[in-house]
C-alpha cells in the first residue's frame, strides 16, 4: 500500500507538535545568539545632506548666456551632479582628510587594498536621486560627529569640483575670446588711423561733404578768400578720397559694435575661468546624528529566529521523509 508523498495540513500540525521541544529548544537558542549577535555588532549613525542640482552654465559667444546656478535643474543636471559625487576626486579628498583607510580598519598594503576600501566606503557613503529630483547625500559612520562633517564636506567638494571643471572648460574660450578682442582692437586702431589721415588731407564726412558747394558760395560771398580755398581744398580731397573715408568710418563704427558686443562675452568668459561659486541648491545640510541608524538589531533578532524556526522544520521534515522512503524500501 502505497503512502502519501506529502503531508497535508493535519499530518504536518501533528508532525510539529511532536517535535515541539527540539523546534522551542532551536528556535529559542537562535534568539539568543542573535540577541548577543546583534549587541556584539558596531552601531552606525547615519548623517544625511540634501541638495538640489542647478542649472547647467555654458559660455555663449553671442553674449546671450545668463548666470543660471540660481535655478533649479533638470534630470539630466541630477544625473551630472551624482557623477560628480561619485568621482574618485571627492572620494580621495574625504580619504586624506579623515585617514579613511585607518578608520575603516585596512592597511593600505595588503593585498587588494584598494577593492577592500572601495566596499567599504560604497556601504558607507551613498547617494540617490529622489522623485523630486534633489540628491540625498547619506554617510554612515561609527563616529556621530565624523558622519555628518563628512557628509557637509561633501557638499562643499561638488562646489570645489565643478568649479574646477567651469573653469578648465573656460579656458581655453575664454583665451579665443581675447585673442579676438586684441584683433578687434588692432582693426579699430587701424581704421582710426586712416580716417585720420584721410582728415589731415582735408576729406570730410557725408554730411559736411553734402553742403561744401552751398559753403563755397557763402564763403565767396563774404569775400573770405581764406576759407575758399579751404573749402575748395576739402572739395577736391573729399571727392578723390571721399569713398575711402566712408569705408573707413563704417567699419570702424561696424567694429566699435563688435568690439562693445565682444567686451561683454570676454568678461562672461573671465568669470567662468575664475568662478568660485556655490554650484548646489542647498536644502538642509547634515546634522550629527543622536540616533543610530544600523544595526537594526529587532529586525535581525525576529529575521533570524523566524529563519532558524523554517530551517528545522524543513530539516525535520527531510529526516522524516528519509526514514519513511527507508521504510518503504525495506
Keep these: 500500500m502505497s503512502q502519501e508523498p506529502n503531508f497535508n495540513s493535519g499530518e504536518l500540525l501533528s508532525f510539529l507538535w511532536k517535535k515541539r521541544k527540539l523546534l522551542v529548544i532551536i528556535t529559542s537558542s537562535a534568539a539568543v545568539i542573535s540577541v548577543v549577535v546583534s549587541l556584539l555588532m558596531t552601531p552606525y549613525y547615519k548623517a544625511q545632506a540634501v541638495v538640489f542640482p542647478t542649472s547647467s552654465n555654458s559660455v555663449d559667444f553671442q553674449g546671450t548666456a545668463r548666470n543660471s546656478v540660481v535655478e533649479f535643474g533638470d534630470e539630466s543636471d541630477a544625473e551630472r551632479l551624482l557623477q560628480v559625487l561619485i568621482s574618485p576626486e571627492i572620494r580621495d579628498s574625504l580619504t586624506t582628510k579623515y585617514n579613511l583607510y ?3 580598519d585596512i ?3 595588503e593585498s587588494q587594498a584598494r577593492a577592500k576600501f572601495q566596499k567599504a566606503y560604497e556601504g558607507n557613503v551613498k547617494f540617490n536621486r529622489t522623485r523630486y529630483n534633489s540628491i540625498t547625500i547619506d554617510v554612515y559612520d561609527k563616529d556621530p560627529i565624523i558622519a555628518a562633517d563628512m557628509a557637509n564636506d561633501i557638499v562643499r567638494l561638488v562646489d570645489t569640483v565643478l568649479n574646477r571643471m567651469i573653469r578648465e572648460r573656460s579656458k581655453a574660450p575664454m583665451w579665443a575670446v581675447q585673442g579676438e578682442v586684441e584683433l578687434i582692437k588692432t582693426e579699430m586702431s587701424d581704421y582710426s ?3 585720420k589721415s584721410l582728415s589731415d588731407s582735408g576729406v570730410v564726412g557725408v554730411d559736411a561733404r553734402a553742403n561744401l558747394n552751398s559753403d563755397i558760395l557763402e564763403a565767396k560771398r563774404a569775400g573770405d578768400k581764406a576759407l575758399v580755398m579751404e573749402l575748395e581744398k576739402e572739395k577736391k580731397a573729399s571727392s578723390k578720397y571721399g569713398a575711402d573715408y566712408d569705408l573707413y568710418t563704417n567699419l570702424s563704427e561696424f567694429f566699435s559694435l563688435r568690439y562693445s558686443n565682444i567686451l561683454d562675452v570676454n568678461d562672461q568668459a573671465v568669470q567662468y575661468a575664475n568662478t568660485n561659486i556655490q554650484q548646489t541648491i542647498r536644502h538642509s545640510m ?10 537594526k538589531r529587532a529586525i535581525i533578532v525576529i529575521f533570524s529566529t523566524l529563519s532558524a524556526f523554517l530551517f528545522a522544520v524543513f530539516v525535520l521534515l ?5 526514514k519513511e522512503l527507508k521504510a518503504q524500501s525495506a
Design 107 to 109: 592597511d593600505s598594503s
Design 193 to 195: 588711423d586712416r580716417i
Design 286 to 295: 547634515a546634522e550629527v546624528p543622536d540616533k543610530k541608524a544600523k544595526p
Design 102 to 104: 585607518g578608520h575603516y
Design 318 to 322: 527531510a529526516i522524516e521523509r528519509i
